[in-house]
């Protein structure tokens, strides 16, 4: 590990050449000039002061050091932009932050002792005044006067930037434990009992102890002998550090690269501010050295020149939630709330979501792009006075045949989200989804999954039927609670996953089957289901008109003859926007008599479901979930209260998604509706079922089927429903494989 070692002694320090004077000099007028910016810098004419204090900096830092805060955050653009003293300082600090910032934290440390504690504890070996952290954020662009300000993207940094001060954006998948680091090391010579002090740079940073001492022995006469140095354990200053794992956003990743990582030092106050899953913007030094330990040479003899980089922390900007993705300037807020009033704002959403895919009278495509739209705005998350909380995130689940385009509203919710992660069931696993504890050189890590990367936005999980069972059960606490409860390797911890689950998945079979009941379609538990505040059956209806409408609008696509209609009033980047700044601003709640219509209706489909074994289950969690669609109404259109109409359009999406899925069973096919002649083919079909079939016997179900049409004159349509029927009375088991077994 290369070695940085700062020494310091009682006497003036030679000069080798005039050059180094004057490095010595200009280093000198930066420090006071910084010194003097942190005595005399104001607030603004536009900043309304209450408590009296008018000095910006001087005030903070003696108010956080009486305060035992021993740190002070210093805005960039305060500092680059001073014209009496502190512009010089920030360019020195942005062209050599590795130079510059010990001496400016040095310089907080003499200004500790001009303004807060002037006495003299007596103690000369020892500083007077501790360390102070010196903390850099930025609150607007600088990239138009200074290109270092401008954020980089990860697989940007090249060997061009390394020592130079860079300004990076990525989410956090792994934190380490902190740790204590020695920042200064104290020496005496077990010879001549001299001392000296070392100073350690932060980071991957060793302390360098010198080989001998230039003192003379206990005789006054002899040079020390080397090795003579001994550490003095109890005059070491230590401070917290630790080690963070940042990556690129999904965002930022192109289509089929690996995302890039890079490890973040970050040390004192920037410690334990940041967990797995939290997106954040680092203004730090991007630094190279050796991996370990060692003297640093190769296996050759020589030095090691392939150097290990990572990123020293000098500020850290935690993004919450949705606030993370999009800049939205005033203009467009402005341009935004005048939208919000248009009565037709909700149609121009809806007409918005994946324009590309065609819609009829006889599907639910439409209903399903505002499914979408309820999912991507979210309800409003509630926090209950004993500290539970309640979840606005809408769970939405297209459940359908092949070519349904259920495919394409995940990648256009994917797009169109401000904070998005999407990944196939088939290829994810639970811990890929939730969080894993890795094990490595250093211990045991915790890595965050898709769920915990996408806090604040949402999840697309497409084949959601390919997933195994077991993963599908580790997502259930993360859908509900919208928490990762973690208990591995001895690490107890609790993570966020505040986002919408987006799922695509095909029934059992492949297909839809209209004489089978949902409930044997879907496989999957009621547990799950009960999760999703929606949930559709996407069938491929076979109608003359509706597949000409669809070749005609397809043929069009792949032309690219795209009515102007069919483009949407909104592009994804203006809906993006629009949908940060309605998350960001408004947090609706239900009115009085709109809860009081929801209650009467609640009651009335519970009443009508009792007794009734469905597949999905009406529970409080689906009353829940009309409230967070009502919310999500209200929300598109700018409202703090969802009032009557948006409690009813939320009744009427979840009547056509979940509660009509629910009631999708097979009482439409039943032998009670059939006609005479119906029920007498029926008749003649059991009969021959009865002579393929002893009692005891087995067959193939598709081989009985095709036996029944094709030697028995049985209709496809009436061969399946006998065996539906024979199976539900009890006569006819099915067993593995397909096969049926005649008990009786």
């Not at 010879?191 to 102890?209: D, M």
Request: net charge neutral; charged share 30%.
């Amino acid at each position: 590990m290369a070695a940085i070692s700062f020494l310091e002694s009682n006497e003036p320090m030679d000069q080798a050449n005039a050059d180094g004077e004057q490095d010595k000099v200009d280093q000198s007028v930066v420090v006071s000039k910084f010194k003097r910016f942190i005595r005399e810098f104001t607030y603004g004419p536009s900043v309304e002061i209450t408590d009296g204090r008018t000095m910006k900096y001087r005030d903070r830092f003696s108010q956080n050091c009486n305060a035992g805060l021993f740190k002070l955050e210093v805005s960039l653009n305060d500092l680059c932009n001073n014209k009496d003293g502190g512009e010089l300082a920030g360019k020195m600090l942005m062209s050599s932050p590795t130079e510059y910032v010990p001496l400016f934290e040095d310089a907080l440390k003499d200004l500790y002792g001009e303004l807060v504690k002037k006495e003299d504890d007596g103690l000369p070996e020892v500083d007077k005044a501790p360390h102070i952290q010196l903390e850099l954020k930025c609150e607007t662009d600088l990239e138009g006067r200074f290109d270092s300000m401008k954020p980089k993207l990860m697989r940007e940094l090249t060997s061009t930037q390394v020592e130079k001060f860079v300004v990076i954006q990525g989410i956090v998948v792994s934190v380490r434990a902190p740790r204590r680091k020695a920042r200064i090391v104290m020496l005496k010579c077990s010879s001549c009992e001299k001392l000296q002090k070392i100073k350690v740079a932060a980071g991957k940073c060793a302390a360098h102890v010198p080989s001998t001492c230039d003192g003379n022995g206990r005789d006054g006469m002899d040079k020390c002998p080397a090795g003579s140095w001994r550490i003095i354990e109890e005059l070491n200053e230590f401070t917290d550090e630790q080690e963070l794992k940042i990556q690129e956003l999904p965002e930022h990743v192109p289509v089929g690269e690996m995302p890039r990582s890079f490890d973040l030092y970050a040390h004192q106050y920037l410690v334990d501010s940041c967990t797995p899953g939290t997106r954040l913007t680092t203004l730090g030094i991007f630094c190279a050295t050796e991996r370990s330990a060692g003297n640093g040479m190769s296996s050759r003899g020589g030095m090691n020149t392939v150097k290990y980089s990572y990123i020293q922390a000098l500020g850290v900007q935690v993004a919450q939630g949705n606030q993370a993705a999009l800049d939205i300037t005033e203009e467009e807020e402005e341009r935004f709330s005048a939208m919000s009033k248009d009565p037709e704002i909700r149609s121009m959403i809806y007409r918005s979501i994946a324009p590309s895919i065609c819609a009829s009278k006889k599907d639910v495509i439409d209903d399903v792009k505002k499914a979408v739209a309820c999912l991507l705005f979210g309800g409003s998350r509630k926090r209950l006075p004993d500290g539970t909380r309640m979840r606005g995130d809408i769970n939405v689940l297209l459940l359908g045949d092949p070519g349904t385009a259920k495919s394409q509203f995940l990648k256009f919710a994917h797009n169109a989200a401000p904070i998005s992660v999407y990944t196939s069931g088939k290829g994810s696993s639970a811990a890929g989804l939730t969080a894993a504890v890795v094990k490595d050189a250093n211990g045991f890590s915790l890595e965050g999954g898709a769920m915990v990367l996408a806090d604040g936005g949402i999840v697309c999980i497409d084949e959601f039927d390919k997933m195994d069972t077991n993963d599908r059960v580790a997502i259930h606490e993360a859908m509900e609670q919208q928490t990762i409860s973690i208990a591995k390797a001895g690490i107890t911890t609790m993570l966020n996953t505040r986002c919408s689950v987006l799922a695509a998945a095909n029934p059992r079979y492949g297909t839809h089957d209209d004489l089978t009941s949902t409930s044997e379609q879907i496989d999957f538990e009621s547990t799950i289901l009960s999760r999703f505040d929606m949930m559709f059956l996407v069938k491929d209806v076979r109608d003359p008109d509706r597949d000409m409408m669809i070749a005609q609008h397809m043929i069009s696509l792949h032309r690219g003859d795209v009515p102007q209609e069919q483009q949407g009033p909104l592009s994804v980047l203006e809906l993006r926007k629009y949908l940060r700044y309605c998350r960001k601003r408004c947090n609706p709640r239900l009115a009085p008599e709109a809860a009081e219509v929801l209650k009467n209706h609640y009651i009335s489909i519970r009443k009508a479901m009792k007794g009734e074994s469905k597949a999905i289950p009406i529970t409080v969690r689906q009353l829940e979930a009309i409230v967070r669609i009502s919310e999500s109404l209200a929300k598109m259109e700018l409202k703090e209260t969802a009032d009557v109409s948006h409690v009813e359009e939320a009744l009427r999406m979840f009547t056509v998604s979940t509660l009509d899925s629910a009631n999708r069973d097979r009482t439409t096919t039943g032998i009670d509706l059939l006609t005479d002649a119906e029920k007498k083919e029926l008749q003649e079909a059991e009969e021959q079922v009865r002579r393929l079939i002893p009692k005891g016997g087995r067959k193939q179900k598709y081989q009985l089927e095709s036996m029944l049409v094709s030697n028995g004159g049985v209709s496809e349509k009436m061969a399946r429903r006998v065996m539906h029927i024979m199976t539900m009375r009890g006569e006819l088991q099915e067993k593995q494989g397909n096969t049926l077994f005649r008990s009786r």
